[in-house]
């Protein structure tokens, strides 16, 4: 169990947390309800955490992983992990982390202020534009490297990290950010054993044409200081395979073992559910509800966290670059319907890139309703009306904020078709092509994706989005990115919350992306599974499950 203290200090917030040792649990008994299996809607990408972005990924690194702070079971609210207590500086831009005692690392490495620092040096360092590339979420926080080899091309955030002590570790950074301290626990920045990193030469990303090989780290050796330790992945049937850390230094896991199984179609999952060859799987059809839940299981709703939009890259397409073709998409697509036949239960239509629940939303921003007649007469004022464009759509994949894109995709090119748009669907599996080719190749020229916010704070969307060029987009909007700048230099809650709002308005009349809507995605257990909290950041934690 975990307790949040808040101390004031200086004028500065230090946020405490202690474990209650006597809560700590040795961990499950025997047999078959020792191993939980997990049903998995896709394949992780790699094991490191640094390069990797998508929830799938995420899953499994969650489990093996830890942060300097984290965020409290089922919900947004921040408390320590590997540090027991953080400070700001008077102007934010010095972060003081107290660290957690008598932790190590799966291999004994232990962990320490030199190990914090072994790992920021690492990312800030890191060669090579295949693995920078790779570096999203680094790119997104602390927008550039020593050395700018990739597609992030900012001036570095991050300065530099000194090991005061063997429990204090002292991070400079070179302007304040207020997504700080909570972007501190992003599963990207988990931290990895130095010794492991070295020895399996985890930065070795190579760049085949549009796919990606890592070194042995990412896919054979993972070594964080959670819960679970990896033991293997069996592509040929599809299985990752963790076992329990007996040396974790918290609560012990109370299974034995954690396998997630990989099945990209959401009926076969429900199917292995019925069987008993998995015990929970997420993403469960919203037409399935009411039917699993007189089987007897639990179906588990998080709260809605996330958006789903149509995204417009305007590199390849000229006439996708003047804003009236852009307006003409939105006003093309039928959200009402869109929601109403296709997301579950509680989801709602979106007219910005925020959910609704995140300081920076605004009744402010430009509408664009349903109205096809008007969208046809924009197409013919720009000279669009023979516009053709490739839809790229994701398959083998079921996300939070897209149940089935594939059904998604379907009714919005029906949608689109219907105002004299042409549209070629391209259908790739989700990391088997789709996501290089949007985010990094930027082959298309629509594409469906969604976000499921890591944290409570607007940049993590807008500014993730839309803080710099980025090849999904295609596009250069320095008044966008300077005021999504301006609103992350915000340290107060109300001066970012206006700054927000402000770049929120901007976005929504230049339309660089269509907001589709915002859903509470769910998951389900079996009825003789316990201890599983539903996250509203898909942040579940697996240690705390049992079965019987």
Known sequence: MRRVALIGLAGALAVTMSACASQRGSGGGGGANDTFVFGAAGAPKNFDPIFNDDGESFRPVRQMYETLVTYKAGTTELEGDLATAWTPSDDAKTWTFTLRQGVKFHDGTPFNAAAVCFNFDRWYNMKGAAAQSQMIYYGDVFEGFAHNEGDTNGDPVYKSCEAKDDNTAVVHLNKAKGAFPDAFGLTSLSMSSPAALKQYDADAVTQTGDSFSYPAYATQHPTGTGPYKFESFDKTNNTITLVRNDDYWGEKAKTAKLI????????????????????????????????????????????????TYLGINQKNNPKLQDVRVRQAIEYAVNKDQLVKNKMPEGAYV???????????FTDQVAKFPYNPDKAKQLLAEAGASDLSLNFYVPTEISRPYMPNPVDMASAITEDL??????????????????????????????????????YADPGNFIGTFFGR???????????????????????TPDGKKKAYEEASVLISQYIPAVPLCSSPPALVVAKNVHGLVPSPLTDERFYTVTKG
């Open 260 to 307: 997630f199984k990989i099945i990209p179609d959401e009926n076969a999952r429900k199917q292995e559910l019925a069987a008993g060859t998995i015990d929970a799987y997420d993403f469960p059809n919203p037409a399935d509800y009411n039917s699993l839940k007189q089987a007897g299981d639990q179906v588990l709703i998080r709260p809605a966290f996330g958006v």
């Open 350 to 360: 979106q007219d910005q890139l925020l959910p609704n629940n995140v300081p920076g």
């Open 417 to 454: 078709k219907a105002v004299g748009i042409k549209v070629n669907v391209v259908q790739e599996p989700w990391n088997g092509g789709y996501k290089d080719d949007v985010q990094k190749a930027g082959k298309q020229d629509l594409h469906l994706l969604g976000w499921t916010g890591d």
């Open 469 to 491: 060029q980025k090849p999904e987009f295609g596009f250069n909007n320095p008044e966008i990115f300077n005021a999504l700048s301006n609103a992350d230099a915000q340290t």
